[in-house]
């Protein structure tokens, strides 16, 4: 079986809380519609007084308070919960969850309506923060070493610039006259 996500609003502190219980351990709830309150030892929180106030189920549709019964069904709403109109007037027909608790529901949103004698983040298992290594723990891999490979010659900074500067000049040719392409002798 799947489990139960409650997801459990404190009013006094304004703070929610998220606890999973097998569906075994909460078959007492299967029946109840929203609205209904419940004994809090159900889900681990010992002589607290616990209202539901909505949920959905394994597919994401949400429950609605108006709609009887375990079964989904698609109804026109002009107003929240389930739908939140753009426009004044606006209508649409969409699917929902009706109000009672079923096993195909996945999430149950609660609310504490009488707290018990202990603070609830003593009795929630608290979540373990994943360990971080320290810097001084971390240990550098050594890095591999390429085959050796002769290293190129390359000319300094100053000598490239030289040689750019010879390359893009033009070479010039010296312009011919007529007569002048043939030597002329000389006289010793």
């Known amino acids: 079986m799947a489990n139960f996500q409650f997801i459990v609003s ?3 502190t304004r ?3 998220k606890i999973e219980v097998d569906q075994t351990k909460a078959a007492g709830l299967i029946g109840k519609v929203i609205g209904n309150t419940f004994n809090g030892d159900i889900i681990g929180l ?30 026109i709403l002009s107003h929240p919960p389930c ?20 096993s195909d529901i996945v999430q149950i949103n609660c609310k504490i309506v009488k707290p ?48 750019l500067k010879e390359e893009q000049k033009p070479v010039e040719k010296p312009k011919e006259k007529e007569g002048e392409g043939v030597p002329k002798e000389s006289k010793s």
């Open 83 to 102: 739908f939140h109109p753009k426009k004044k007037g606006q209508r649409k027909r969409k699917m929902v969850r009706g109000n009672t608790i079923s």
């Open 15 to 17: 703070k929610a809380y």
């Open 116 to 163: 018990g004698t202990m603070p609830i983040e003593d009795l929630l298992p608290k979540k373990e923060k994943p360990e971080e290594a320290k810097p001084e723990e971390k240990v550098e891999k050594p890095k591999k070493e390429k085959k050796s490979e002769k290293p190129k010659e390359e000319a300094k900074p100053e000598e490239k610039k030289e040689e």
């Open 46 to 75: 010992a002589g607290y007084e616990i209202q539901i106030t909505g949920g959905t189920d394994k597919d994401g549709f949400p429950m609605h308070r108006q709609v009887h019964g375990p079964g989904r069904k698609k109804v």
């Open 10 to 12: 404190d009013p006094s």
